[in-house]
């Protein structure tokens, strides 16, 4: 088995002799080695806890989160001084394509470095940092990602 194999256990339990109207989207998932379960659902749209995070929300924030981790490895390799990263990551439901799927995930990334950290430098790495991405590279659905450099 590779070192990089992932694996998750997911558990719901109600009923759904009340048909498609009554039975709970409420579910929970781990995945090992971590211990705590996550609270999940469907979008509230589809009768789910907006409460709770549900699957689309979910891949968005896969995208999100490898586009960071990629770009802060890149950064530290080299030797680039990242000083904070935010993303504002959306996507929505396509209901014209079939089948329905997410539409681009759009990752609008703000990154503070260090003065007189070179912008055209950080903007590479932010590309390089795309291309690295294992989730964007999954998806069939398109990443993409806008760049903002800020210094402090």
């Known amino acids: 088995m590779s070192a990089h194999a992932y694996h998750v256990r997911l558990h719901w339990d109600g009923s759904t002799a009340a048909g498609v109207r009554g039975y709970s989207r409420d579910h929970t998932a781990v995945a090992p080695p971590a211990t705590t379960p996550i609270g999940l659902s469907a979008d509230p749209a589809f009768r789910g806890d907006p409460g709770r995070l549900n699957p689309e929300q979910l891949v968005v924030m896969a995208a999100s989160s490898c586009q960071m981790l990629s770009f802060l490895g890149a950064a530290a390799r080299a030797g680039v001084d990242v000083l904070a990263y935010d993303d504002e990551a959306a996507s929505r439901l396509d209901s014209t394509a079939r089948p329905t799927r997410l539409a681009a995930i759009r990752l609008r990334v703000t990154v503070k470095v260090a003065p007189g950290t070179d912008e055209t430098t950080v903007q590479e ?28």
């Open 125 to 152: 790495l932010a590309v390089q940092a795309h291309r690295e991405c294992y989730v964007a590279n999954s998806l069939s659905v398109p990443v993409e990602v806008t760049t903002t450099v800020a210094t402090s």
